[in-house]
């Protein structure tokens, strides 16, 4: 939340700085970047719908509750970033490349980006506390935790002010070159934006679609879950195993298991709780648990089928 609000107040105030540069140059790359500091803006809000919706308990129509929303609106700041940032950036460099005419004015244009670069250095770096304490928590290396974060909000702010850092840098690099060599690297900057824009927005569409799809939980906790059932002794074997991930912190676990002969009703039913408490107590994230238990002696016994487990 800490760094979405940050990300939402300097892209606000950038979105402004970015707009004045543009009116007073009249650089086509100052104007993409106006573009992407307000699509990185919207998103925001974009980001924050999905942390307030994804909080509503289950319901009768939604019976698993609500956590997916934070990668449903996560997918659509990704669509937005395409939709309104690549989109006119790329745009906005044809009109330039077609009809080149120098930007004036220039000192307005690196004033207004020097401040920029700042305000998303101090936006990114908040993001990437934010991360690194998680990892910390988590206790994997801050990369490892990046790419196997199942939290796109966080992500989705770190690949955005990376990019605007990388689009602050090509629009100031346009300006000086249209400035001293030529008007028309103004709109090859703008495009250079806008192909940043576009892998961005990919990336981050693939690994929200992936959550939307029901993406399983990282192999760790999948082990941790399978070493909590299969250690406790009246457990025989783990035939399927199957998690979801139903928001970044809530795990949905679907297991079937044998126990051993000649356990009474009443050792099952004490066998099933300990073992969901153990599963709890692995892999803190699990939140619903499903099991299906069978003797032994009833022929259920089947090999694992790799393409299920997790």
Same mark, same amino acid.
């Given at each position: 939340?800490?760094?979405?609000?940050?990300?939402?107040?300097?892209?606000?105030?950038?979105?402004?700085?970015?707009?004045?540069?543009?009116?007073?140059?009249?650089?086509?790359?100052?104007?993409?970047?106006?573009?992407?500091?307000?699509?990185?803006?919207?998103?925001?809000?974009?980001?924050?719908?999905?942390?307030?919706?994804?909080?509503?308990?289950?319901?009768?129509?939604?019976?698993?509750?609500?956590?997916?929303?934070?990668?449903?609106?996560?997918?659509?700041?990704?669509?937005?970033?395409?939709? !309104?940032?690549?989109?006119?950036?790329?745009?906005?460099?044809?009109?330039?490349?077609?009809?080149?005419?120098?930007?004036?004015?220039?000192?307005?244009?690196?004033?207004?980006?020097? =401040? %920029?670069?700042?305000? *998303?250095?101090?936006?990114?770096?908040?993001?990437?506390?934010?991360?690194?304490?998680?990892?910390?928590?988590?206790?994997?290396?801050?990369?490892?935790?990046?790419?196997?974060?199942?939290?796109?909000?966080?992500?989705?702010?770190?690949?955005?002010? %990376?990019?605007?850092?990388?689009?602050? !840098?090509?629009?100031?690099?346009? =300006?000086?070159?249209?400035?001293?060599?030529?008007?028309?690297?103004?709109?090859?900057?703008?495009?250079?934006?806008?192909?940043?824009?576009?892998?961005?927005?990919?990336?981050?569409?693939?690994?929200?679609?992936?959550?939307?799809?029901?993406?399983?939980?990282?192999?760790?906790? !999948?082990?941790?879950?399978?070493?909590?059932?299969?250690?406790?002794?009246?457990?025989?074997?783990?035939?399927?195993?199957?998690?979801?991930?139903?928001?970044?912190?809530?795990?949905?676990?679907?297991?079937?298991?044998?126990?051993?002969?000649?356990?009474?009703?009443?050792? =099952?039913?004490?066998?099933?709780?300990?073992?969901?408490?153990?599963?709890?107590?692995? *892999?803190?994230?699990?939140?619903?648990?499903?099991?299906? !238990?069978?003797?032994? %002696?009833?022929?259920?016994? *089947?090999?694992?089928?790799?393409?299920?487990?997790?």
């Amino acid at each position: 939340m800490l760094a979405v609000l940050g990300a939402l107040i300097a892209n606000g105030l950038i979105t402004v700085l970015k707009l004045i540069g543009a009116i007073m140059t009249g650089s086509s790359g100052m104007m993409a970047e106006t573009l992407h500091s307000l699509a990185d803006t919207t998103n925001q809000v974009f980001l924050l719908l999905g942390l307030r919706f994804f909080k509503q308990p289950p319901s009768e129509k939604h019976p698993f509750g609500y956590g997916k929303e934070r990668f449903f609106w996560s997918f659509i700041a990704a669509i937005f970033i395409f939709g !309104v940032g690549a989109t006119f950036a790329l745009y906005e460099g044809f009109q330039k490349l077609t009809h080149p005419h120098a930007p004036e004015n220039v000192n307005w244009a690196y004033w207004i980006l020097g =401040i %920029s670069f700042v305000l *998303e250095a101090g936006s990114i770096a908040l993001a990437l506390y934010q991360e690194i304490t998680e990892a910390h928590h988590e206790g994997l290396p801050f990369m490892q935790y990046l790419r196997e974060s199942k939290d796109p909000t966080a992500k989705t702010v770190i690949f955005e002010d %990376s990019a605007a850092l990388i689009g602050i !840098v090509l629009a100031g690099i346009g =300006i000086y070159l249209a400035d001293h060599y030529g008007a028309y690297w103004d709109g090859v900057a703008s495009m250079a934006i806008g192909v940043v824009l576009a892998v961005v927005a990919f990336v981050l569409a693939r690994i929200s679609r992936g959550l939307l799809l029901g993406e399983a939980a990282i192999p760790k906790s !999948v082990e941790a879950i399978r070493a909590a059932i299969s250690g406790h002794p009246n457990v025989n074997k783990v035939i399927e195993l199957l998690t979801m991930h139903m928001a970044p912190k809530q795990i949905l676990v679907n297991v079937r298991f044998n126990v051993k002969d000649g356990l009474t009703s009443t050792d =099952i039913v004490k066998t099933v709780a300990e073992v969901e408490a153990k599963m709890k107590e692995a *892999e803190p994230k699990v939140d619903m648990i499903f099991l299906e !238990v069978a003797n032994l %002696s009833d022929g259920d016994v *089947e090999e694992e089928n790799p393409k299920h487990i997790g």
